[in-house]
Each structure stands twice: as structure tokens, then as C-alpha cells.
């Protein structure tokens, strides 16, 4: 039975946002200075690092469901990379955080994405919850915690759209990319609720995609007894190349290459020393560990 009439009530709230910390903002690049990032940023508001160049920064922070958001860059000697991002924030109800590496995993399945394409995941666990009886029974457990999760999606202009629509299909567990998220999710967790989206997909062009250090060409050191030095810039940009300066006027064997932020390979002006040349194919990889294996045990493992 109707209790009482449908409530007209005007002028109340619908959706809160806490202030994001932009004092928080943490500019890249030698040529930041700081930024221009009031303390407390209003949702959807955006700021960029200040350049001492004078220049305008690459990319932006932006305040997105609370949380502070991409990068921003003065490069000076530094590289980067700009392209369009996509970006989405999740709620649900779960017993714990998937890691960063398995979320990122968990996120290019769901989207049939290759997983270089996804960027800036987090899981974030807030306040406890109590769940209702038969949720309890499933979870092993009276509460659970609410659970924020993000990430951001690498693009093209053109690709763009399809990926806001792909991305905003991951709350929907009717779909096949929400339920492979959901599924997965359910995989990795103990227990996990439904899951809504705080916003819709929001379309982020001209961001930083990748940022390399400059190499410090300084740090080069020349072999063979015919070396004077070398022609390597104090700062390098990533991939570019410098060699050994033989004091014979002779071109030098081998190159020194930036790659990734960090000087590799070996530049020689052998004169009555000996050296042997071939062929090298570079690789770095990135992880999360508790700590590194040592330099022989680790050429071990990627020998055998």
C-alpha cells in the first residue's frame, strides 16, 4: 500500500566529491619548476607542471572522483611521449585489492586490449561495510570494505570513441567485457559486489603516454688506448647515440645508446688493443619485486 504521496523535494544533493590535494601534484621533466595547482582542486578542474624554460608543460593533473589524476611535464632534456587517454573509475564492495599488476592484467582482458595500453591502474580500499546475511556467507565474513578502482586507457584520436564505449561497458556484467571484468575480478577476490561506474569514460587528448629521463651522456667511459674522450652531450635523449673521439682521428668501434633513461653499450678507440664486433639486441623490462637477484644469477635466468 502507498504510505504517503511522492515527495517533490527540490535543491538537494545529488553527488559529492571530496577536494583533490593539488599541492600533491608532482611535476616531471628537468625543466619543472613546481605547478600551478591550487591546494585544494574542485572535480574536474585541472592544473600542469610551470616550466623555468618558460614554456608551456605537456600534459595535465586533472581531479577525478577525489583522486588526482595523469601527468604533467617541462621535458627540458628529458622525452616523452603525448597521445589521447581514457579514463574511468569504478565502485564496489569487496574483501580486498587485486594488485596493480594483476588489475592492469584483469582490465586489457576485459577490454581484448593489449595490456601496454593500459596505464595508471589503482585499486584503492575504503571504509568498512557490512554486508547482508547471505553476502556474509558467500564472503567468509560480516563487512567487506568499499573499493575504488581506476585506470587509464592509451588511444588515438581516432580509436577514441570506441574505447569510451568499450570502457563503459566494464560496470555491466550483462555485456561480455563486464563479465569478463566481473568474472575475473570474483577470480582474484574473495568476495566482490556489483560494480558501478562514479563517471562516465572521459576523454583526456594530448597527455603524457611515456616519459624517459635524459641519460647523462657525462657519465659515458671510453676504452682502448686511443681514446680521448667522447662526443656524448652532458644530457642524452632517449635513443640517441654518441661514441668514443679517438685521438688518431679514426672512427670509433661501437656506440653508447639512452634507452630507457639509462646509458648502455660500449665505445672503443682500440688502438693496439684488441676487441671483437658483432651484433647486440637490446631489452629492459619493468616489475615490482622484493628485491633484485644478482648480476650472475640473473644472466643465468635469461640464459637458460
Do not use: W
Amino acid at each position: 500500500e502507498n504510505l504517503r504521496k511522492p515527495v517533490y523535494a527540490p535543491d538537494q544533493v545529488i553527488d559529492f566529491h571530496k577536494a583533490c590535494r593539488g599541492d600533491a601534484a608532482r611535476p616531471l621533466g628537468n625543466d619543472s619548476v613546481g605547478t600551478n595547482c591550487p591546494v585544494a582542486m574542485v572535480e574536474r578542474s585541472s592544473c600542469a607542471a610551470q616550466c623555468n624554460s618558460g614554456g608551456i608543460a605537456n600534459g595535465t593533473f586533472v581531479c577525478l572522483a577525489s583522486k588526482l589524476r595523469l601527468k604533467s611535464v617541462c621535458p627540458g632534456q628529458d622525452s616523452l611521449t603525448i597521445g589521447d587517454k581514457v579514463l574511468f573509475t569504478l565502485a564496489t564492495v569487496a574483501s580486498a585489492c587485486p594488485s596493480s599488476e594483476r588489475l592492469r592484467t584483469i582490465v586489457a582482458k576485459a577490454l581484448e586490449v593489449s595490456r601496454d595500453k593500459v596505464d595508471g591502474v589503482f585499486c584503492d580500499v575504503g571504509e568498512e561495510v557490512p554486508l547482508s546475511e547471505d553476502d556474509a556467507r558467500l564472503a567468509g565474513q560480516p563487512t567487506a570494505n568499499a573499493v575504488t578502482i581506476g585506470g587509464e586507457l592509451n588511444s588515438d584520436a581516432a580509436g577514441a570513441h570506441d574505447v569510451q564505449l568499450r570502457v563503459a561497458q566494464l560496470p555491466d556484467s550483462k555485456v561480455p567485457v563486464g563479465n569478463r571484468f566481473a568474472n575475473a575480478l570474483k577470480s582474484a577476490l574473495d568476495y566482490m559486489g556489483s560494480v558501478e561506474k562514479l563517471h562516465k569514460p572521459v576523454y583526456a587528448p594530448d597527455q603524457v603516454i611515456d616519459f624517459h629521463k635524459a641519460c647523462r651522456g657525462d657519465a659515458a667511459r671510453p676504452l682502448g688506448n686511443d681514446s680521448v674522450g667522447t662526443n656524448c652531450p652532458v644530457a642524452m635523449v632517449e635513443r640517441s647515440s654518441c661514441a668514443a673521439q679517438c685521438n688518431s682521428g679514426g672512427i670509433a668501434n661501437g656506440t653508447f645508446v639512452c634507452l630507457a633513461s639509462k646509458l648502455r653499450l660500449k665505445s672503443v678507440c682500440p688502438g693496439q688493443d684488441s676487441l671483437t664486433i658483432g651484433d647486440k639486441v637490446l631489452f629492459t623490462l619493468a616489475t615490482v619485486a622484493s628485491a633484485c637477484p644478482s648480476s650472475e644469477r640473473l644472466r643465468t635466468i635469461v640464459a637458460k
